[in-house]
C-alpha cells in the first residue's frame, strides 16, 4: 500500500460549513483548528511502500484513533461516530456525505502498521511537541512520576494445558521460520497431535501425568531437533518451553528393558513466571495487596502548583515484576527524548534510594520523595540512633561508645566494627542492630549513604512537607487514566501493543487537557 497525500481542502469539509454549529470554545472545534493541522501524512511515509494501491490518509487516522481513545470508544463505535456525529466530522474535516469511509478493521491493520514500523509514540510524540511550542510544558520545569498497573485477561489455565500451549508454540514456530527442517525432521505424530486442539479437563490425575510425559518427550525430541540443525538459538520458544517444563513439573528418566521412560510429577502451587508462552513478557505482578497478572505503565506528569493544567510527558511500558527503582534510566531517557532537563522530580517511596538520588543530582535534577525507615522494628536500636561521620565513617552508639575500625565489604558497603567487650557489657545488646550477633554489633551502610542521612534529616522539615504536596496530585492523573481513557484492560497483543496503548491513552489525554488550556 502506497500514501499518496491529498493536500486539498474539502469545499464541502464540515469544518467549513457547519463549524458555527459549535461554540468557539467547543473541545472539537478546536481540535479542528489546533491539533488537525498538526498531522500531515508525510510524517508517516516510513510505514508504506513506494508502489501499489492509496491508502487511507494516516494522519485521518491518528487524529481518528486520538478521538476514539479520547472517548474510549471501539473501532466499531468509532466507525459511528464518524459517520453520524457532527461535531467528530467537524473536528476530523470530514464532508457531511461521507459515510463508511473506512472498516473497523483499518483501525487495526493502522495500529499494526504503526507499531511494526516503530512508531508507536508518533501520535504522543506529535502532542507533546505542540504542548512545548504552546509553553504548556517546561523544558526545566518540575515533573511528577507514578507507576499502575495494567490488566491482561488471561485465563489461569492448568499446568497440562499449559505444557501443551508451550510446546505447541514451539512446533508452530519451526514451521514458521524453519519449513524444510519442519517438513523433513519433524515426526508426523507430533505435527498431527500440534494441530488438533486439546483441554485437561475431566482428566484423571493418572491421565494428566501421561498426557505431561508425552508432551515433555515431544518437547525434547523437537530440541534434539533443533540442536542437529543447528537451529537452537534462534528458537525464541525453545528457552520459554524449558521454562514452563522447569516451573510446573519435576522430570524423572526411567529406564525399563534398556529403554528410557520419562515420568513427571506435577509441582503443587507452582511459581508460575509464564501464563501464555506466546507473550512471556506477561507476569504477575505485585504491589502492595494488589496482585495481577499483566505489565505496568510509568506514568511522566508535570507538577506545576495548584490551578495550573499539568501534561503528560512520558508513558513507559514494563513488566509488572519490574522495581520502581530500576526505571531512573528509562524515566532519564524519555526526559531526553523531548528535550526535557527538569530541575525536580516528585516521587513516592518505591523510587528513592542514596544511589537514585545521587544519579538524578550528577543530572542537575533534585530526586524528591520520603525515604522508609532502615528497619519496621523500634523495640530497641535502628541505624538511625546512631551518630555516624559519613567523611571518616566512624560511628558512636546511643551508649556513646565509639566504633573501633571500618572495612568494605564486597558489594562496595561500608562495615562499621564496635568493640565486642563494650557490646557486651551493655544492657542493651538484645535490642540493638544485628539481633543475630553474638560478639560485637556492626552497621552495614551503602555508598551512598551520605545521601541517605541528608534526606531523612530533610523530610521532617515542614519546608520539605510543603513541597511534597505536588506529587499526590498524579493519583488522580492516574484515575482520569482509568475511568475516562478505560487503561487498566490491555487491548492489544505483545509487548508493542501494550506500549502503543500507553502513547495513545498519553496522547488523548494531552489532547485533553490542551483543548482545556488554550479555551
Known sequence: ????????????????????????????????????????????????????????SPALLSLI????????????????????????????????????????????????????????????????????????????????????????????ISTTDLIFRSVKALVEELEEKFNKFYKEKVPGDIKERYE?????????????????AELVQDGLMLQAIAKECKIESELIQLPIMFTVFQENIIIREKEVNEKIFIETEEIQSPKQSIFDPKDPTIQLGKKGKTAWVGAKCQIIETAEPKGSINFIVGVIEEPAQKSDQKSHKAIRENNEKYGLNPETIYVDSNYISGESIETCRNNNTELMGYLPPSSAKRTGFNVEDFTIDCENYSAVCPMGKKSLQTSDSKDGRHIIHFDKIDCRACPHFTQCVNTKRQNAKHLYLSKNYREILERRKLQQTQEFKSEMKLRPAIEGTISEFVRVHGFRKIKYKGQKGRQFQCYAAGAAMNVRRFLRAIA
Request: charged fraction near 35%; include cysteine; proline fraction near 2%.
Open 65 to 156: 484513533t486520538i478521538l476514539q481513545w479520547r472517548e474510549s470508544l471501539s473501532d466499531v463505535e468509532t466507525l459511528e461516530a464518524c459517520n453520524f456525529r457532527i461535531d467528530w466530522k467537524i473536528a476530523l474535516h470530514l464532508a457531511m456525505d461521507d459515510i463508511n469511509i473506512f472498516d473497523p478493521s483499518t483501525l487495526c491493520r493502522f495500529r499494526r502498521r504503526l507499531m511494526d514500523h516503530d512508531k508507536a509514540s508518533l501520535m504522543f510524540d506529535k502532542i507533546l511537541n505542540l504542548c512545548i511550542e504552546k509553553g504548556f510544558v517546561k523544558k526545566r520545569g518540575r515533573l511528577r512520576v507514578d507507576a499502575t498497573h495494567i490488566v491482561k485477561h488471561i485465563n489461569r
Open 196 to 212: 488438533k486442539k486439546f483441554s485437561s479437563f475431566g482428566m484423571s490425575k493418572q491421565r494428566r501425568g501421561d498426557k505431561q
Open 1 to 56: 500500500m502506497s500514501l499518496k497525500p491529498d493536500d486539498q481542502q474539502k469545499l464541502s469539509s464540515a469544518s467549513i460549513e457547519y463549524a458555527q454549529l459549535l461554540e468557539k470554545s467547543h473541545p472539537l472545534r478546536l481540535f479542528s483548528e489546533h491539533i488537525y493541522p498538526a498531522f500531515r501524512d508525510e510524517d508517516f511515509k516510513d510505514c508504506y511502500s513506494d508502489n501499489g494501491r492509496s491508502g487511507i
